[in-house]
């Protein structure tokens, strides 16, 4: 029996308030509206910005929600206006758009754009959009306007990246965020040159990415850095030459750092999200040409470092989704895994059902997972 145009009853995992264990719910999701497109979610990823949502979410108004923005999945239906898909086509909904026509979508210097989930304050100007999901009579805010930890999610379409029909989606779902992001941090944001030397530290899905996109870039060594030790072996894996923990030395981890590259790295990336760490991260760089790329997420605490620092050239930049227009670059991305180019099956530690989400959250901070999948 078709669906389409019908509500949708389907389960999710809510977020009802700050902190607290998610709980598995029927919600309804609405048929899509002008220019959205209504996915049936069949893996995704638990990254750990949804847990940082959950635990230091200071937006008003911010529950209750659906976590989830690494998902994948098949398109139900499609509302009014939508001309690049349809019912069938396998996606990946991203949580920076690409409309193609805003002035950040057509600089080739920027992969933000302006009509992405955060500028468009629908309904009472408060919420995310896009209200279209309800649950005991109440509307469900979508995290970065996907919420994937459901069943059915709604999305706008130029949030949404078609991808080969041949792609796994409990494998390429990592696309949506947490690999893309780390891989492109050292290919677009840092742009790393062959024979440099480049430090990451924090080796989660981020991190080890970031290691990745290192070796694609013909790094000569890659510094993994890591308080948990049994992140080194993996870390290998992914193309680390070295792995040092900071808490093996009496010296700050910069000046470690220094010593081992005769004056610091080419290139740092920050994949943590600890404001002291990206300060080490910057002074871990060489002083005249060193570039470090922040790619943990912080919104709570500010950053403070001397002028000192930076007055010799060092430059301290940043990454979204690791500067990739999304919607063009997420089909190459999955090519580019479909010809074994990049990895994703090694990031992949343990696959649960939707209500293990809370167990994923658990793994995750306990450091015993790299990437759990929830499968619907
Ligand atoms: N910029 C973006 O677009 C973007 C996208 C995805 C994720 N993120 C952010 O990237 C960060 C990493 O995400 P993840 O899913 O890989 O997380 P994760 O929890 O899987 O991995 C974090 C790693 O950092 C390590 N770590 C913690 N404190 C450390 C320290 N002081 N020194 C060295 N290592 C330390 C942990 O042991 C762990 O291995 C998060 O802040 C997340 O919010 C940003
Ligand atoms: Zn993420
Ligand atoms: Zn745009």
Redesign the pocket.
């Known amino acids: 029996m078709s669906t389409t145009g019908k509500v949708i009853k389907c389960k999710a995992a809510v977020a009802w308030e700050d902190g607290k264990p998610l709980t598995i719910e029927e919600v309804e999701v609405a048929p899509p509206q002008e220019h959205e497109v209504r996915i049936k979610i069949v893996a995704t990823g638990v990254?750990?910005?949804d847990l940082?949502f959950l635990y230091t979410s200071h937006r008003k108004g911010g529950f209750p929600c659906i976590l989830g923005h690494e998902g994948a999945g098949i398109v139900e239906s499609v509302g009014p206006g939508v001309t690049k898909f349809k019912p069938g086509d396998k996606v990946i909904p991203v949580f920076v758009s690409q409309c193609g026509e805003c002035k950040n979508c057509r600089s080739p210097r920027s992969n933000l754009c302006d009509n992405s989930w955060w500028s468009k304050q629908q309904y009472d100007g408060k919420t995310e959009p896009l209200g279209r999901i309800t649950c005991k009579g109440r509307r469900i805010i979508q995290f970065e306007g996907l919420g994937t930890f459901a069943e059915y999610s709604i999305v706008y379409e130029i949030a949404v990246a078609k991808i080969d029909d041949d792609a796994p989606l409990d494998k390429v779902c990592l696309l949506g965020?947490?690999v893309s992001?780390?891989y492109g941090a050292a290919l677009n944001s840092a742009k790393v040159q062959p024979g440099s030397t480049c430090a990451v530290?924090?080796?989660?899905?981020?991190?080890l990415a970031a290691v990745m996109g290192c070796q694609a870039a013909g790094a000569s060594r890659i510094i993994a850095?890591?308080?948990?030790k049994d992140?080194s072996s993996k870390a290998k894996e992914f193309g680390a030459t070295d792995f040092v923990n900071?808490n093996d030395h009496d010296k700050p981890?910069q000046e470690v750092l220094s010593s081992l590259t005769d004056g610091g790295v080419d290139y740092s990336f920050e994949?943590?999200?600890?404001v002291e760490?990206m300060v080490s991260a910057l002074e871990a760089c060489n002083k005249s040409w060193g570039v470090s790329v922040i790619?943990?997420?912080?919104n709570t605490e500010m950053l403070s470092v001397s002028p000192v620092q930076m007055i010799g050239g060092r430059r301290w930049t940043?990454?979204?989704?690791?500067g990739w227009k999304s919607v063009e670059s997420v089909p190459k991305l999955v090519a580019d895994y479909m010809a074994k180019r990049i990895k994703l099956d090694e990031f992949i530690t343990h696959t649960l059902p939707l209500e293990g989400v809370n167990d994923a959250f658990d793994l995750?901070t306990a450091?015993k997972?790299?990437r759990t999948i929830l499968k619907m």
Not at 201 to 207: E, T
């Open positions: 990254c750990h910005t940082h965020c947490g992001t780390g530290f924090g080796l989660g899905a981020v991190g850095v890591d308080i948990n992140k900071p981890i994949c943590v999200g600890n760490l790619v943990g997420w912080n940043g990454t979204v989704f690791g995750m450091g997972s790299i």
